[in-house]
Nanobody, 119 residues
Framework: QVRLVESGGGLVQVGGSLRLSCAASASTFTSYSVGWFRQTPRKERELVAT????????WYADSVKGRFSVSRDNAANMIYLQMTSLKPEDTARYYCAADETDGLGYRHWGQGTQVTVSS
Protein backbone atom coordinates (compact mmCIF):
# COMPACT_ATOMS: atom_id res chain seq x y z
CA GLN A 1 0.00 0.00 0.00
CA VAL A 2 1.37 3.39 -1.02
CA ARG A 3 0.71 6.31 1.30
CA LEU A 4 0.59 9.73 -0.36
CA VAL A 5 0.89 13.02 1.48
CA GLU A 6 0.32 16.35 -0.23
CA SER A 7 1.70 19.66 0.95
CA GLY A 8 2.32 23.17 -0.31
CA GLY A 9 -1.20 24.52 -0.48
CA GLY A 10 -2.18 27.87 0.89
CA LEU A 11 -3.63 31.28 0.20
CA VAL A 12 -2.27 33.17 -2.80
CA GLN A 13 -3.32 36.23 -4.75
CA VAL A 14 -4.49 36.15 -8.33
CA GLY A 15 -1.52 35.81 -10.63
CA GLY A 16 0.61 34.20 -7.96
CA SER A 17 2.31 30.83 -7.88
CA LEU A 18 2.39 27.78 -5.67
CA ARG A 19 4.21 24.49 -5.82
CA LEU A 20 2.39 21.46 -4.49
CA SER A 21 4.31 18.40 -3.40
CA CYS A 22 3.21 14.80 -3.09
CA ALA A 23 5.39 12.49 -1.02
CA ALA A 24 5.03 8.73 -1.45
CA SER A 25 5.86 6.16 1.19
CA ALA A 26 6.95 3.27 -1.00
CA SER A 27 9.70 2.86 -3.56
CA THR A 28 7.28 0.95 -5.80
CA PHE A 29 5.70 4.35 -6.37
CA THR A 30 8.37 5.01 -8.96
CA SER A 31 6.67 2.58 -11.33
CA TYR A 32 3.24 4.20 -11.00
CA SER A 33 1.62 6.93 -13.05
CA VAL A 34 0.41 9.85 -10.97
CA GLY A 35 -2.43 12.26 -11.39
CA TRP A 36 -3.23 15.56 -9.73
CA PHE A 37 -6.92 16.12 -9.16
CA ARG A 38 -8.86 19.00 -7.67
CA GLN A 39 -12.31 19.31 -6.17
CA THR A 40 -14.57 21.97 -4.73
CA PRO A 41 -17.87 21.46 -2.92
CA ARG A 42 -19.75 22.70 -5.99
CA LYS A 43 -17.89 20.83 -8.70
CA GLU A 44 -17.09 17.27 -9.60
CA ARG A 45 -13.55 16.12 -9.10
CA GLU A 46 -11.40 17.25 -12.00
CA LEU A 47 -8.22 15.66 -13.29
CA VAL A 48 -5.78 18.48 -13.99
CA ALA A 49 -2.46 16.80 -14.77
CA THR A 50 -0.84 13.42 -15.13
CA UNK A 51 2.68 12.12 -15.41
CA UNK A 52 3.91 8.68 -16.33
CA UNK A 53 6.32 6.61 -14.27
CA UNK A 54 9.46 7.98 -15.90
CA UNK A 55 8.31 11.56 -16.20
CA UNK A 56 8.59 11.57 -19.98
CA UNK A 57 4.88 11.81 -20.68
CA UNK A 58 2.60 14.45 -19.20
CA TRP A 59 -0.95 15.57 -19.81
CA TYR A 60 -2.85 18.69 -18.73
CA ALA A 61 -6.46 19.72 -18.66
CA ASP A 62 -7.25 22.62 -20.95
CA SER A 63 -8.13 24.71 -17.92
CA VAL A 64 -4.54 24.62 -16.65
CA LYS A 65 -2.48 24.07 -19.79
CA GLY A 66 0.36 26.54 -20.05
CA ARG A 67 0.06 27.51 -16.37
CA PHE A 68 0.65 24.25 -14.47
CA SER A 69 3.59 21.90 -14.75
CA VAL A 70 3.86 18.41 -13.28
CA SER A 71 7.17 16.75 -12.54
CA ARG A 72 8.58 13.94 -10.45
CA ASP A 73 11.76 12.98 -8.65
CA ASN A 74 11.73 9.22 -8.38
CA ALA A 75 14.91 9.16 -6.34
CA ALA A 76 13.05 11.07 -3.65
CA ASN A 77 9.60 9.49 -4.20
CA MET A 78 8.18 12.94 -4.90
CA ILE A 79 5.74 14.42 -7.37
CA TYR A 80 5.31 18.15 -7.87
CA LEU A 81 2.70 20.42 -9.36
CA GLN A 82 4.00 23.88 -10.16
CA MET A 83 1.10 26.29 -10.51
CA THR A 84 1.56 29.75 -11.98
CA SER A 85 -0.73 32.59 -13.07
CA LEU A 86 -3.27 31.36 -10.57
CA LYS A 87 -6.90 32.33 -11.00
CA PRO A 88 -9.80 32.35 -8.54
CA GLU A 89 -11.26 29.35 -10.37
CA ASP A 90 -8.17 27.36 -9.39
CA THR A 91 -9.38 27.47 -5.80
CA ALA A 92 -9.93 23.85 -4.75
CA ARG A 93 -8.59 21.01 -2.68
CA TYR A 94 -5.83 19.32 -4.65
CA TYR A 95 -5.11 15.62 -4.45
CA CYS A 96 -2.41 13.42 -5.86
CA ALA A 97 -3.29 9.86 -6.77
CA ALA A 98 -1.27 6.90 -8.00
CA ASP A 99 -2.23 4.48 -10.74
CA GLU A 100 -0.44 1.15 -10.79
CA THR A 101 -1.23 0.95 -14.53
CA ASP A 102 -2.89 -2.40 -14.00
CA GLY A 103 -6.20 -1.33 -15.48
CA LEU A 104 -7.77 -0.55 -12.10
CA GLY A 105 -7.27 3.20 -12.20
CA TYR A 106 -6.18 5.50 -9.40
CA ARG A 107 -6.28 3.41 -6.24
CA HIS A 108 -3.98 5.33 -3.94
CA TRP A 109 -4.98 8.80 -2.78
CA GLY A 110 -3.61 11.45 -0.51
CA GLN A 111 -5.65 13.55 1.89
CA GLY A 112 -5.37 16.67 -0.22
CA THR A 113 -4.09 20.19 0.26
CA GLN A 114 -6.20 23.33 -0.01
CA VAL A 115 -5.37 26.04 -2.52
CA THR A 116 -7.22 29.32 -2.26
CA VAL A 117 -6.70 32.08 -4.80
CA SER A 118 -7.97 35.47 -3.70
CA SER A 119 -8.89 38.27 -6.06
Amino acid sequence: QVRLVESGGGLVQVGGSLRLSCAASASTFTSYSVGWFRQTPRKERELVATINWGGSDTWYADSVKGRFSVSRDNAANMIYLQMTSLKPEDTARYYCAADETDGLGYRHWGQGTQVTVSS
